[in-house]
């Protein structure tokens, strides 16, 4: 996933934070988040829509968040990165 595509996905969440009424908060882009997932593993590239909430579940559980599945600005920022760092090992070799 491109650098810009990841800056949309967390774009698209924080712009529905500050443009949303309350404190709700639409969710990212299903496209954008499945790019993220599969950058961590947890999809696969030609997975079903299907998969990204259970998926969602799995990670935000590991990574300490509520266990919604919705892909709201905390969880896409925190994916973000975390695919920014599979990335980032990969390219040094040091990741499948």
Do not use: N
Not at 7 to 27: E, K, N, Y
Not at 36 to 45: E, I
Not at 64 to 83: F, H, I, M, S
């Amino acid at each position: 996933m491109s650098v810009l595509r990841t800056l949309s996905a967390v774009g698209a969440a924080l712009a529905g934070t500050v443009t949303a009424s309350g404190d709700a908060a639409p969710p990212a882009d299903p496209r954008e988040v499945h790019a993220l997932l599969v950058d961590v593993g947890l999809v696969r590239p030609v997975g079903s829509d299907d998969e990204i909430g259970p998926a969602l579940r799995r990670f935000q559980s590991h990574v300490g968040l509520v266990p919604d599945g919705v892909a709201g600005p905390r969880t896409v920022q925190v994916l973000a990165r975390y695919a920014r760092e599979a990335r980032d090992m990969q390219a040094l070799g040091l990741a499948a």
